[in-house]
């Protein structure tokens, strides 16, 4: 069978896991307090309550090739393994889980870079369960799986830059931080994958209308997933916005997680959808 292991930051939930055993997840870590810990045993107000007091970024870790290693091992050597990875944008975890492949001497192992996060991730996996149940090969799965990653699309808002800079993951949005009092900057993966700005707009009005409008440009979408970091407020109403103009489409609202608070803070609200072209 095809095992899927995907790292944390897909935020999969617990129900989910316990009703598909082949998927397997594998942690990023943060550190807390001065000790690094798995992600699921942080929380987002940590993260915050660090950062804001001292000013400086919260440390995270990919997960080490040993740990790759050691999923791979508690996997039968006979079951083809699929890597599920956030993108390698603002993280290391995709390269790291390369190198992992490379070195496990097993040759039924791809990884893939999802070039998102969050509710991103979890739609690739609800794809990857689609694609096996419908008995595709190993083979066919991970170039499937490819093209889902090249059609999903990632976009939000945050109210600073701050979080971005002190992680040293702000890209090519290095030249709002100088204006950024005047500015609700509206950030996207551009299509070589990096940080990049969308929009420079002055209120979330205007942000969300920003995003909404991208939306649009991608349109026909597959699957659209509203995201928000200590803004559920802010995440219902894009919502509930999005989906008056999506009524045939589904829109999720989650949150994410404590690594990704580290890299973006709070305030956040995102729109990462599927594009159907």
């Known amino acids: 069978m095809i095992q899927l292991v995907v790292d944390s930051t897909a935020a999969l939930p617990k129900d989910f896991l316990a009703d598909h055993a082949n998927i397997h997840v ?3 870590f943060i550190s807390i307090n001065g000790e690094y810990v798995p992600e699921n045993e942080a929380t987002i107000e940590q993260v915050i309550e660090y950062s804001e007091s001292t000013k400086k970024a919260v440390s995270t870790s990919q997960p080490s090739t040993g740990d790759f ?11 083809p393994i699929i890597v599920i990875c956030l993108t390698s944008g603002v993280s290391g975890t995709y390269n ?23 509710i991103g991730m979890m739609e690739i996996v609800e794809d990857a369960l689609e694609f096996i149940d419908k008995g595709l090969s190993f083979e066919e799965v991970s170039e499937r799986l490819l093209e889902s990653a090249s ?7 945050v109210p600073t830059l701050d979080y971005l800079r ?9 030249g709002l931080i100088g204006s950024i009092l005047k500015i609700k900057p509206v950030i996207y993966l551009n299509d070589n994958n990096e940080v990049d700005v969308l929009a420079k707009v002055r209120t979330e009005k205007k942000a969300a209308a920003a995003m909404i409008d991208y939306l649009h440009k991608n349109s026909p979408c597959k699957r659209i997933g509203i995201v928000h970091i200590e803004n559920e407020e802010g995440g219902r109403a ?19 997680t404590p690594v990704l608070a580290s890299y973006l803070g709070p305030g956040l609200t995102g729109i990462i959808f599927e594009s159907a072209k």
């Open 26 to 28: 594998i942690p990023l």
């Open 69 to 79: 290693l050691k999923m791979f091992e508690s996997i039968p050597a006979e079951d």
């Open 96 to 118: 790291g889980a390369v190198l992992a492949a490379r070195q496990s001497g097993r040759k039924n192992i791809s990884v893939i870079n999802s070039r998102t996060t969050a």
């Open 151 to 157: 059609l999903l699309r990632t976009t939000f808002t």
């Open 166 to 174: 002190r992680g040293g993951r702000v890209g090519k949005a290095a």
């Open 238 to 256: 894009l919502q509930a916005r999005v989906q008056e103009e999506y009524p045939d489409v589904e829109v999720t609202l989650t949150t994410g």
